[in-house]
């Protein structure tokens, strides 16, 4: 191995920019050339790639997002378009390449794999639904920035006897919503992996009224079926049973546009020297994760198209502490 590439690729995430400096200087280190991919998948494609020295990732680790940009790339998921991403790696004399981001970040990696080239995947996607890995970068800033938004919420809602209703990100998987509502003290949370029903959400709601509480915060992941501003509707058609006054916040983009936590660049470093020994051993074809608080390679073939599920017995753990 002597010349490898980079990408970021996906949704940003916090820490993203730590795993670069790693896996550049990890394979300065070891006397190879680096070069950065611009834009994930889709600078692959254009073959927008500059050579990165230690000095040119000094300064990032503290930064959010990437500094080599990201990308969704529906060019890329085609045959023709791994194709010719390959032929672009091959004619700069490339001979490895590092892959930063998500499931479907890792799903294309797996792609090159099969096509025989040498790849490396690191986790990375504040979602953190990637099988293969206990944490993902980016995922402990995201929860941080999320739970510090409840708690305001929480602080406001007492004041003027209000619930709120906090809508979180993560895409299909429920792990923010179910992390900051256990740490937020939500009284409901609602995830795609498990439903509440808007007249039960109500009901939970009237009663905790009932019970004197002063506040609510019901927390619903993007991906629930019933998203949070169709349970705001249905809320205000039964504000009588509901008692508080009702508030809807939307935080989106915001939790993820942040500096990394320590966690996240700990992880994120960790991570992305481990790609560059990884790459170094000659078994390619995996991506690099924690579990157990141990760095492990997993085959690209038992990631790609899979997810991690939640954990559902934290929700009802929830649920009866809501008192
Ligand atoms: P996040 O969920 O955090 O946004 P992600 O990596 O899951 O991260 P996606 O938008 O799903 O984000 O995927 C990123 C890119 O990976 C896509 O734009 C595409 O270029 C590539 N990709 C996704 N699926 C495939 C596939 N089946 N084959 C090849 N490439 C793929």
Known sequence: MQKIAILTSGGDAPGMNAAVRAATRGAIARGW???????????????????????????????????LGSARSPEFQSDAGVEKGLSNLRSRGVDGLIVIGGNGSQTGSYRLHQEGFPVVGVASTIDNDLYGTDVTIGVDSAVNVTLEAIDRLRTTGSS???????????????????????????EVIVTPERE?????????????????????????????KHGARAMMDYFKEHRGTIGFGLR???????????????????????????????????????MMGSLCNTIAATPLAEIAGRTKPIDCALLELARVLAQ
Request: neutral net charge; hydrophobic residues 45%.
């Open 248 to 286: 809807l916040t939307t935080l989106g983009h915001v939790v993820r546009g942040g500096v990394p936590t320590a966690a996240d660049r700990v992880l994120a470093t960790r991570l992305g020297a481990a790609a560059v020994d990884q790459l170094a051993s000659g078994t390619t074809g995996v």
């Open 160 to 186: 003027h006897q209000r619930a709120f209703l906090v809508e979180t990100m993560g895409r299909n998987c429920g792990y923010i919503a179910l992390m900051t509502g256990i740490a937020g003290g939500a």
């Open 33 to 67: 050339e680096v070069y950065g991919i611009r834009n994930g998948y889709a600078g692959l494609l254009a073959d927008t790639m500059d050579e990165l020295h230690a000095r040119d990732v000094g300064g990032i680790i503290q930064r959010g997002g990437t500094v």
């Open 196 to 224: 509440v029903e808007p007249h039960e959400v109500v009901e939970r709601l009237g009663a905790a009224y009932s019970r004197g509480k002063t506040h609510a915060i019901v927390v619903v992941a993007e991906g629930a």
